[in-house]
């Protein structure tokens, strides 16, 4: 059958992908940005790429009409106060345009709406459900609970704070509870309802086997890890102080932790399971999805993360926009060096950032990365998702992926710190020589102010990077 798969840069919609392309199903990837889309080669056959944006009606005549199911899986995290305003926009768009084709199904992945007061994310994510349910089409949406699996916001912001803080003092919504359930239980879900007549216009809560507060998930993760924590809830501190401790001590972005704060104080527990007797299946509880979770990064093998989808420095990112690098009113740091081992120098620059670190005067790289959270950028704490893969639209500490190509021995980064101004590094091999380059567009007289400020540390660090890459280990 043909598969409509929105949000198809996302954490989920990147997991489910290669099983809709096991089974043999035709899958048409809508997608904002193309140069951000790069799926493996062995899934070439099974997929079609179209360039959509729910927000802009005009571009949704790509959608095939000969589709037969969509999942609707856009959501957003913003802090932008009209962000309610844009997904149920996208939500009525969407509708219209599927309205034209052949569809049979949707199926949205949407977040446990039962209790008497919603966070306001909450409560958009039920305002889509019900503004989908008004199509020519058999709605099925799943109400999930907070998902655990490798790369997942949930799973990383939990891990940072086990593993960075011996000791929380940490905002009473510790005690919220919830029903967490593991990304395997999620995905099987989503394939079993396609098609499934037994679940049109039915909405279902899907939730783990485990009802635990945030505070017992995080204990009892740290006793996965073999690790000694002591955690102590105190009832000072406000929605917005909650946000920046999340911020501060995890790798999220201050958006993404307002967010996320919103509805923690809400308790997203099933209230039945209906679903598992339509299927006759049990879901795995919290100890079994830390296992496969930890045992998935253990492999090095991380399909997607959160991190990836969110663009945190721009809005409205486009790749494309930045892959010309500009030259003119720019300030450039250009370096050149020889090499003996091309393929050693790949290797290493494969290999930048994340737990290798930046090679060179690495402790300048963290003060940097410090210096931007303090600002409210991303910092460096979002490392890299795969240890040595890069691919285009990949989160690189605060850098992203513009460009990445062995062959070639070409990889531009886009800066998402906050700067006054816009700034790219590019690694390029020519002959048996590395140059490197970076490039700093000003915005302004701060822009400047702040290119000329840093000069005598960029010759510091530039130099050493160039030569650590070029070394033959």
């Not at 998902?147 to 940490?170: H, T």
């Amino acid at each position: 059958m043909k598969i409509l798969l929105t949000g198809a840069t996302g954490y989920i919609a990147k997991r489910l992908l290669p099983f809709l392309a096991k089974d043999g199903h035709a899958v048409v990837c809508a997608v904002r940005d193309r140069e951000r889309f790069v799926p493996c080669s062995s899934l070439q056959p099974f997929i079609e790429v179209i360039e959509v944006d729910f927000l802009k009606p005009k571009t949704l005549d790509k959608i095939p009409k000969d589709i037969d199911v969509a999942y609707y899986l856009i959501h957003s995290m913003s802090n932008n106060n009209d962000y309610k305003t844009l997904e149920a926009n996208a939500a009525h768009h969407f509708v219209k345009a599927v309205s034209n084709t052949q569809i049979k199904q949707v199926i949205y992945l949407s977040g446990i709406v039962n209790a008497d007061f919603l966070s306001e994310h909450l409560q958009s994510r039920k305002n889509v459900e019900s503004i989908l349910s008004t199509g020519d089409y058999a709605l099925t949406t799943l109400r999930s609970g907070i998902i655990i699996g490798s790369g997942s916001a949930s799973f990383e912001i939990i891990r940072d704070l086990v593993e960075k803080l011996p000791v929380m003092i940490a905002p009473q919504w510790l005690n919220t509870k919830c029903q967490p359930i593991g990304i395997k239980d999620v995905l099987f879900f989503l394939q079993a309802c396609l098609l499934e007549p037994k679940v049109y216009h039915q909405s279902y809560d899907i939730g783990g086997s485990e009802v635990l507060t945030y505070k017992e998930m995080l204990l009892r993760l740290a006793q996965f890890r073999n690790l000694k924590r002591y955690i102590y809830t105190v009832p000072i501190m406000t929605p917005k102080f909650s946000s920046y401790w999340l911020y501060f001590m995890t790798s999220t972005s201050y958006s993404l932790a307002r967010s996320l704060v919103g509805s923690m104080g809400v308790e997203v527990i099933c209230k039945d399971r209906r679903i598992l007797d339509v299927f006759n299946v049990e879901t795995e509880g919290y100890h079994k999805t830390l296992q496969r979770a930890f045992k998935r990064i253990a492999s090095k093998d991380l399909l997607s993360s959160w991190k990836d989808a969110h663009i945190s420095g721009v809005s409205n990112f486009s790749i494309s926009d930045f892959l010309e690098v500009p030259n003119f009113g720019c300030f450039k740091d250009r370096q050149v060096i020889r090499f003996a081992n091309r393929a050693q120098v790949i290797a290493n620059i494969w290999s930048i950032g994340g737990e290798t670190g930046w090679y060179y005067a690495n402790f300048l790289w963290k003060l940097r990365g410090f210096l931007d959270r303090l600002c409210g950028g991303v910092g460096l704490r979002r490392g890299r998702t795969n240890p040595h893969t890069l691919n285009v639209g990949d989160a690189l500490d605060f850098w992203r992926v513009l460009y990445a190509d062995k062959e070639e021995g070409v990889l531009l980064l886009f800066a998402e710190m906050k700067l006054p101004g816009e700034a790219w590094l590019e690694f390029k091999i020519v002959n048996n020589r590395l140059l490197q380059t970076a490039t700093f567009r000003p915005r302004g007289i701060f822009g400047r102010l702040y290119w000329y400020s840093v000069i005598p540390f960029h010759l510091f660090i530039f130099k050493g990077l160039i030569k650590a890459l070029a070394r033959n280990k």
